[in-house]
Structures are given as C-alpha cells and as structure tokens.
C-alpha cells in the first residue's frame, strides 16, 4: 500500500474500495465455514474467538464503571479477564453477558463497514483494537498472541494488494459471525456435563436467579441474529429480489 503523504493516507483509510465479486464473497464464507468446522482448525482459529470474548468482557467492564485490572489469554484457547467492583448488580451482569456475544457482534460491526467497502478502516480499527487490549494483557502466551495477530492483520492492511486486503476481511469477519455461534454450543455441551460449573451463564444465574440455560439462550439468540444480520450486510446485495406477488 504506497502511502506518499497524509493525504493518501486518509484516502485509503477513509476511502472506499471497489465492491468485491461474488466469488470472494462466497469463497471466503465457504472457507470460514470449513475452518469452524473442522476440529484441527478450529483448533487453532478459536484463539481469535477468545480474543473478542475476553475483549468484550473487558469493554463492558470499563464501559459499566468497572475497574478493569487484566486479561489473560491461554494456549488451550480458552481466557480470564479480571475486574474490581460489586460482584453484582447491572455492571457485573453486562461484564459477563459480553463475552460470548462479542464476537459475533464485532463480526457484525465488521460487516457494517465492509458493507460500506470500507476495508483499510476496517483492517486499521482491528489493530487500534488489539493494541488497546495488549496493555492490558497479563501472561506471556496472551502477549505473543496479541502481537502475532496485530502484526498478521498490520501487514496485511499495509503491504497487501486491495484484492488480498478484501479476500482477508472478509474471511476474518465471516469466521467471526460463524465461529462466535459454535461456543455457545460447546459451552452448552461441557455445563450438560458438569465440566464448566462456573461459567459465565452459571455466574450470571448466580446474581440473578434466572437459569443459567437461558443465559445460554440469549447468548445463541443474540448470535444467531448477529449472523443473518451479517449475511444480509455482506451477501444481501448478491441475492436475488424476492417477488411480493
């Protein structure tokens, strides 16, 4: 990406690129679809997935007046994000009710604005995100995963050609609107089995007295949503007019 001043600058930042084929479109779904799918790559993809979880407990707990003190990252993909004050009430309920949502709803947000073609922004706000979250990381495995995923999404947004800048948003935010869906079932299926007894619904059940399975359900429902949202921003414009008559 040839930058030769400020002003370039802001046009390809601000700028929008051209709409993407179809093809692209469809391959990168298809492609995000087979990594959620497929356990080996899952494997490794899931990472990203806690990354926006544990983000968004982290900005609802900043956003509800909480103090928030770290985050930590694991390499079996799973994450922790600590925070001081009440350990109830509406700030502690919005801190634990974001992170199973969170992707799907940053997934959303990138939809938005590939909607808009606006994919050098979109790729940029990605690492502004993950840079404001590395200061809060408190492990050493979170802070290389962090700084591998900036510096993949960076080069990307700087050096790539527009077509493969294209080809990679879009693949992150369909595997972000997909991918944030499969944890609600896998939550679902380890609580089923008592492998997951302080989970975020069982801890909002905790301090709320509602069941934590239908926590899960608004976790599934919210995310569901965020997915045909995402579909209708990203393919909408592809798919055939449907007659009234």
């Not at 679809?33 to 494997?43: E, F, P, Q």
């Not at 109830?88 to 709803?105: E, I, K, N, Q």
């Not at 200061?135 to 591998?148: A, P, Q, T």
């Not at 069941?211 to 209708?232: C, D, K, Q, R, T």
């Amino acid at each position: 990406m040839p930058i030769d001043s400020l002003t370039d600058l802001g046009d390809q930042l601000f700028g929008a690129q051209p709409d993407p084929p179809f093809l692209l479109v469809s391959i990168t779904a298809a492609l995000a679809l087979a990594v959620v799918l497929v356990r080996v790559t899952w494997r490794v993809g899931r990472n990203a997935i806690t990354i926006a979880h544990e983000g968004g407990h982290a900005l609802a707990a900043v956003l509800t007046g909480r103090r928030l003190t770290g985050i930590k990252l694991h390499s079996d993909t799973s994450g922790l994000t600590l925070s001081a004050g009440r350990p109830t009430g509406p700030g502690m309920t919005f801190t634990l009710l974001a992170g199973y949502v969170a992707p799907s709803l940053v997934g959303l947000l990138g939809a938005w604005l590939l909607g808009g073609n606006r994919i050098t922004l979109l790729l940029w706000i990605t690492v502004a995100l993950l840079l404001a979250m590395l200061i809060m990381i408190r492990n050493v495995y979170g802070i290389v995963s962090i700084l591998i995923t900036g510096a993949v999404v960076f080069g990307v947004s700087w050096y790539a050609e527009p077509e493969v800048q294209a080809a990679f948003a879009y693949t992150g935010v369909w595997f972000l609107l997909i991918g944030g869906v499969r944890p609600v079932f896998e939550l679902q299926s380890m609580r089923k089995w008592g492998r997951m007894p302080q989970s975020d619904a069982d801890q909002l059940h905790g301090i709320s007295g509602v069941p934590a399975i239908f926590w899960v359900g608004v976790f599934l429902a919210v995310n569901l949503a965020a997915l045909v949202g995402g579909v209708l921003l990203l393919a909408g414009a592809y798919l055939p007019a449907i007659p009234l008559n």
